[in-house]
């Protein structure tokens, strides 16, 4: 109940006050763990609190792979939105919206969906990336034609969407070059 007290009608905060104090102690504790570089991903409601963490902790959070989420929760299935933003809608929905507060981007950020997405729609995501454009953001963005819900998993050979995240990582994180994938992967003709 607590817990439910803290994010009704602000599913933005999705615990990331506490996550963030969580790092700095880690931090403090272990030498080696770097707060200063963060970065988070995650895929249906763990997408839109990806993106949420890059919009509202953009001091923290640096880089983020976001997939199939519901970015503004005036779109996707009513009762999962209303336990926790209530009915009817009121400005909390706007306050926590991907699409209404994406000109807030500061970090890197990864979106992917799957163009048959059937558990939350890909206009959700459509319309992150409008408002994206419209707020002269940077980004990037893959869109697995054929694929679902779980687009990052299992598009093509397994490894493509985890290879993805990874080199977008280890580029804006550690700040390392990823390998040239087309000339290190053999050629082979798509299976049919």
Request: negative net charge.
């Amino acid at each position: 109940k607590a817990f439910h007290d803290v994010a009704w009608k602000h599913i933005a905060d999705a615990g990331f006050p506490d996550r963030i104090l969580w790092h700095n102690a880690a931090a403090a504790k272990y030498p080696w763990y770097d707060a200063g570089r963060v970065g988070i991903y995650g895929g249906s409601a763990g997408g839109q609190d990806t993106l949420l963490a890059l919009l509202f902790h953009p001091e923290f959070y640096k880089v983020g792979v976001a997939y199939a989420g519901c970015y503004d929760n005036r779109m996707d299935k009513i009762s999962w939105n209303e336990a926790w933003m209530g009915w009817p809608l009121d400005e909390s929905y706007s306050a926590s919206s991907g699409v209404d507060n994406a000109w807030r981007l500061k970090g890197h950020l990864l979106m992917v969906v799957g163009e048959l997405d059937e558990n939350v729609d890909p206009a959700s995501t459509m319309q992150v990336v409008h408002a994206l454009i419209q707020a002269r953001k940077e980004f990037d963005l893959i869109v697995v034609p054929g694929e679902g819900h779980t687009a990052l998993r299992s598009s093509g050979p397994v490894d493509y969407g985890l290879r993805r995240q990874y080199d977008f990582f280890l580029r804006h994180l550690a700040g390392v070059p990823t390998p040239d994938w087309n000339a290190l992967l053999p050629a082979q003709p798509p299976a049919r």
